[in-house]
């Protein structure tokens, strides 16, 4: 089984950058697909990006362009940079592989 554990949220000015990551330990063997996704208050949870186990990228329409996502996998870690961040990106940001889930981190883009 396999625990991913997101960090890097917090609080940022409209404009402004995070890097969220997320670590993945326990029982892991292959490279995997892996993705981000993200839930705002009162809406359903979105898929926001993902990478390939050969490091195919895709996005949301709403974030191409402004986040990039990638993975390390000699360090089992996965990141997503967000630029250009936005009031509607605030959201719980979770990622998910190996068939689980993160526990989620907050973004919150306010002036």
């Known amino acids: 089984q396999v625990q991913l554990v997101e960090s890097g949220g917090g609080l940022v000015q409209p404009g402004g950058s995070l890097r969220l990551s997320c670590a993945a330990s326990?029982?892991?063997?292959?490279?995997?697909?892996m993705y981000w996704y993200r839930q705002a208050p009162g809406k359903e949870r979105e898929w926001v990006a993902s990478?390939?186990?050969?490091?195919?990228?895709n996005y949301a329409d709403s974030v191409k362009g402004r986040f990039t996502i990638s993975r390390d996998n000699a360090k089992n870690t996965l990141y997503l940079q967000m630029n250009s961040l936005k009031p509607e990106d605030t959201a719980v940001y979770y990622c998910?592989?190996?068939?689980?889930w993160g526990q989620g981190t907050q973004v919150t883009v306010s002036s």
């Open positions: 326990g029982t892991i063997f292959g490279i995997k697909p």
């Open positions: 990478i390939s186990n050969y490091g195919t990228t």
């Open positions: 998910s592989g190996w068939g689980t």
